[in-house]
């Protein structure tokens, strides 16, 4: 069974930045893709990034875009979520996600992936 396991997130002040990891367990796992999604205060999961293992192929939600970056290392099975500019609105829990192929669904779509970490409260302050 793959897991995904995420560092912690935190508390900080809007403007401030944060960087977050997922590793993904397994020595035979090869992800498709591995990205992120953030849940808000009483609202659904929804899609923030992710990349393709094979091509580096980034994919951002449009109010991240130019703050976020998502990153790779593939030796690790690890993703990362670097977080700039953060606002208030960016407070949620944010999950780890891991596909083992290509499916039918998007890379923005939650049920493209197969494998979900446990997630982290990331917190930003105005």
């Known amino acids: 069974q793959v897991q995904l396991v995420e560092s912690e997130g935190g508390l900080v002040q809007a403007g401030d930045s944060l960087r977050l990891s997922c590793a993904a367990s397994?020595?035979?796992?090869?992800?498709?893709?591995m990205g992120w999604f953030r849940q808000l205060p009483g609202k659904g999961r929804e899609f923030v990034s992710t990349?393709?293992?094979?091509?580096?192929?980034?994919f951002y939600v449009d109010s991240v875009k130019g703050r976020f970056t998502v990153s790779r290392d593939n030796a690790k099975n690890t993703v990362y979520l670097q977080m700039n500019s953060l606002k208030p609105e960016d407070t949620a829990v944010y999950f780890c996600?891991?596909?083992?192929?290509?499916?039918?669904?998007?890379?923005?779509?939650?049920?493209?992936?197969?494998?979900w970490g446990q997630g982290t409260q990331v917190t930003v302050s105005s």
């Open positions: 996600a891991a596909s083992q192929r290509v499916t039918v669904y998007s890379d923005y779509e939650e049920r493209a992936y197969n494998y």
């Open positions: 397994g020595r035979t796992f090869r992800p498709y893709a």
């Open positions: 990349i393709r293992w094979n091509t580096g192929r980034t």
